[in-house]
C-alpha cells in the first residue's frame, strides 16, 4: 500500500466534437488537501466526475483507496463522500430530514446525522425546508449531507461559488476542519485566494488537460510572480471564457 | 432504517406535502365521485317507483335479502293514503300502486305510459305472488328459472362512476408520480448523487413502486368508501376484490407511461403538460366520465388500444357487474405487458441528466 488515495492515469473524455479531459494524470496523498483551478469549461467538473466514478471515461484508469472507482463499486462508496451541487436535495424536506434520508442510504444512525448537523451549524434550521435556506446555509447542508457516513475522501465540486464572503469563510472553516480530521479533500474552484489559502497542492486545467501541479507557494515562486491568481492567469491566459 | 424504506419515506412525504399533487391526484377524483355522483343519482337507473298500501303479504314477509333483491329494480314505497298514491300514479310520479284488497288477493295499478316499466312491475309483483304460492304448497317447486343477465341495461350511474373515475384517479396518479420523481431527481442531479451512494437500483425503484401502490390502494379505499355509503348506493358484487389486483396492474402500466414521458421531457412543467395532454383525452376515450355509448362510432376502435379502457371496463365488471376472473386476468395481463412495453422502451430513452 502507497499513502496516494487518488491515482488517476491517462484519463480521457470526450462529448462528440468536445474533448473535456484529454489526458489527464495525478496524484493525490493521502490526508492532503487537493484542488483542481481553471477557468469555466476546464474540464474540472468532467474530471472529479470521472475520478468519483460518476462516468466511464473513455481511456485511463482511476483508482481510489487502491479501489477501481469504475465500474460502480458500493463498498468503496462507503468511503468516499461527495458533493455534486447545492440543490441535490430531496423535494420539500426540511434539513433535519434530508440529512437523516442520506444517512440512511448509509446506514447511519439518525443521530450521527443530527450530530453532522450541529457540526455545520445547522442545528437551528433543523426543522426548516431546503428551500428556505441561504446559499451559504444550503452549501453547509450539502457538504453535511456528504460527510455524514465519515468518508475518508471528499470530493466538492465549487462549493464556494455563488457565496458572499462571509459565508465563504465560514466554510472554509469548516472544509479545513474535514480536513484537520485526517480526510482527503478534493475541491475544484476558480477562487485564487480560496485554493493559496486552503490547499496543499493545486492542478491548473485548461482545455482538459493539466498544465502544472504544485504547491501555490512553490508556482508561485517558480513563475516569480505575486501571487496564485498571477500563476492562474499567466498559465491559462487572459482572454475572456464563456 | 435501509435504503428502501428511506427512499419510500422521501417519496411519499414529497407527494403528500405537495398541495396541488395531492389536490388534482386525490381530492379531485372524489370530489368528481361525490359531485357526479349526487348529480346523477336518480339517472341512468330504470328502477319503478311502486306505492304499497297497506298490509301486503308478499311483500311485507319477504326477508332481507329478497328485499335488497328486489330494491334493484324497484323501490318500494308505504303510504297510507290510497287515493293520493293513485293520483301520483296518474300524474306520472310513480309507477305502480299496489295494496291487498281481501288477504290473498293483490290489487295492482300501474301507468301504460312507460309500457317497458309497467311491464316489469307487472312481471315482478306476479313473480311474488307465484313464488308466494309455490311457498304456500309447502312442495319444493316443479319448474325452475335460472336466469343470467347478459348486458345490464339499468345500470345506476354509481356503478359506472365509480369504476371510471377511479381508473382516471389511478392512471393519473401513477403516471404523475413516476415522471414527477424522475424528472425531479434528474434536474437536480439526485439521480447522480444516489448512484454515488452504496445502493441497489432495486432499492430506488422498489421504493417507486411500493409508494404508488401504496397510493393507489388508498385511492380504491377511499373510492368504494364513498361509493357504498347508502346516498350513493354501490353495492359490490361478490368479486370485488378482484378490482385489488386489477388497480395494481393499472398502477404499473400507468408508472410505465409516467417514466416515459419523464425521460423525454426535462422539467416538472413539461412532464405535466405532456401527462395532462395524454391521460385527460384517454380518460375521455376510456368512459372515466361519460358512458362511451355516447361517443361516435368511429373513436372505438381507438378506445380499445387504450389500457385505461381496459382497466375501467374490467373495475366495472368485477365492482358493479358481478364479473369475475374471467374478466379480471386478461386484463391483469394485458396492463402488465403493456407495462412491460412502455417501461422497456422508457429505459431505452433513458438519460441521468437534463438536457
Ligand atoms: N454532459 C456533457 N455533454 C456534452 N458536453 C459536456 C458535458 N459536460 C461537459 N461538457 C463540455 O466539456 C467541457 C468541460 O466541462 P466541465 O468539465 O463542466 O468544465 P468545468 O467544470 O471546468 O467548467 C466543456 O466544454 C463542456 O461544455
Ligand atoms: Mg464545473
Known amino acids: 500500500m502507497t499513502d496516494a488515495a487518488i491515482t488517476v492515469e491517462g484519463l480521457r473524455k470526450r462529448y462528440g466534437d468536445v474533448r473535456a479531459v484529454d489526458g489527464v494524470s495525478l496524484e493525490v496523498v493521502s490526508g492532503e488537501f487537493y484542488g483542481i483551478l481553471g477557468p469555466n469549461g476546464a474540464g474540472k467538473t468532467t474530471t472529479l466526475e470521472l475520478i468519483e466514478g460518476l462516468r466511464e471515461p473513455d481511456e485511463g484508469t482511476v483508482r481510489l483507496l487502491g479501489l477501481p472507482s469504475w465500474p460502480r463499486n458500493p463498498d468503496l462508496l462507503r468511503r468516499i463522500g461527495v458533493q455534486l451541487q447545492s440543490s441535490a436535495f430531496f423535494e420539500k424536506l426540511t434539513a433535519r430530514e434530508q440529512i437523516r434520508s442520506f444517512a440512511s442510504l448509509y446506514g447511519v444512525s439518525a443521530d450521527r446525522a443530527d450530530a453532522m448537523l450541529e457540526t455545520v451549524g445547522l442545528t437551528g434550521k433543523a426543522d426548516v425546508r431546503d428551500t428556505e435556506l441561504s446559499g451559504g446555509q444550503a452549501q453547509r447542508l450539502s457538504i453535511a449531507c456528504a460527510l455524514v457516513h465519515d468518508p475518508e475522501l471528499v470530493f466538492l465540486d465549487e462549493p464556494t461559488t455563488g457565496l458572499d464572503p462571509q459565508a465563504r469563510r465560514n466554510l472554509w472553516d469548516l472544509l479545513r476542519e474535514i480536513n484537520g480530521q485526517g480526510r482527503t479533500v478534493v475541491l475544484t474552484t476558480h477562487y485564487m485566494d480560496e485554493a493559496e489559502l486552503l490547499c496543499d497542492r493545486v492542478a491548473v486545467m485548461d482545455a482538459g488537460r493539466v498544465l502544472r501541479v504544485g504547491r501555490p507557494r512553490d508556482l508561485i515562486e517558480e513563475l516569480g510572480v505575486a501571487n496564485l491568481e498571477d500563476v492562474f492567469l499567466r498559465l491559462t491566459g487572459r482572454e475572456y471564457r464563456e | ?355
Request: glycine residues 10%.
Open chain 2, 1 to 355: 432504517m435501509s435504503a428502501l424504506s428511506s427512499l419510500s419515506k422521501v417519496m411519499f412525504l414529497g407527494l403528500i406535502r405537495d398541495r396541488t399533487a395531492v389536490f388534482f391526484m386525490l381530492v379531485l377524483p372524489l370530489l368528481f365521485l361525490v359531485l357526479f355522483g349526487a348529480l346523477f343519482q336518480g339517472e341512468g337507473g330504470s328502477r319503478s317507483t311502486v306505492v304499497q298500501y297497506g298490509e301486503v303479504t308478499v311483500l311485507d314477509e319477504l326477508d332481507e335479502e329478497h328485499l335488497a333483491a328486489l330494491s334493484e329494480a324497484l323501490v318500494l314505497e308505504r303510504t297510507g293514503d290510497r287515493e293520493d298514491a293513485l293520483e301520483r300514479l296518474r300524474a306520472g310520479e310513480v309507477d305502480a300502486v299496489v295494496w291487498e284488497e281481501t288477504p290473498g288477493t293483490l290489487e295492482l295499478r300501474y301507468s301504460a305510459a312507460d309500457e317497458a316499466r309497467a311491464g316489469a312491475v307487472r312481471g315482478l309483483v306476479n313473480s311474488l305472488v307465484q313464488d308466494a304460492n309455490v311457498a304456500a304448497t309447502g312442495q319444493p317447486p316443479a319448474f325452475r328459472m335460472s336466469t343470467e343477465r347478459v348486458e345490464d341495461e339499468s345500470i345506476r350511474a354509481i356503478q359506472f362512476l365509480a369504476p371510471g373515475l377511479l381508473g382516471w384517479a389511478i392512471a393519473m396518479g401513477a403516471s404523475f408520480m413516476s415522471a414527477f420523481t424522475l424528472v425531479n431527481w434528474r434536474r437536480k442531479r439526485l439521480l447522480r448523487r444516489l448512484w454515488l451512494a452504496p445502493i441497489r437500483p432495486g432499492a430506488v425503484v422498489g421504493a417507486r413502486i411500493g409508494v404508488s401502490l401504496g397510493l393507489a390502494m388508498a385511492q380504491l379505499v377511499l373510492f368504494l368508501a364513498v361509493a357504498v355509503i347508502p346516498f350513493y348506493g354501490l353495492r359490490l358484487t361478490d368479486m370485488w376484490w378482484l378490482s385489488i389486483p386489477l388497480v395494481a396492474c393499472g398502477t404499473l402500466a400507468f408508472m410505465a407511461v409516467g417514466l416515459l414521458i419523464g425521460a423525454v421531457t426535462s422539467t416538472e412543467e413539461a412532464a405535466n403538460g405532456v401527462l395532462q395532454a395524454v391521460i385527460m383525452p384517454m380518460a375521455f376515450l376510456s368512459g372515466s366520465f361519460f358512458p362511451t355509448e355516447v361517443m361516435p362510432g368511429w373513436l372505438e376502435p381507438i378506445a380499445r388500444l387504450l389500457p385505461l379502457k381496459h382497466l375501467n371496463e374490467a373495475l366495472m365488471g368485477v365492482l358493479s357487474r358481478g364479473e369475475g376472473w374471467g374478466t379480471a386476468l386478461p386484463v391483469m395481463g394485458g396492463l402488465l405487458l403493456f407495462a412491460a412495453v412502455v417501461a422497456a422502451i422508457a429505459a431505452r430513452l433513458f438519460r441521468w441528466e437534463a438536457k
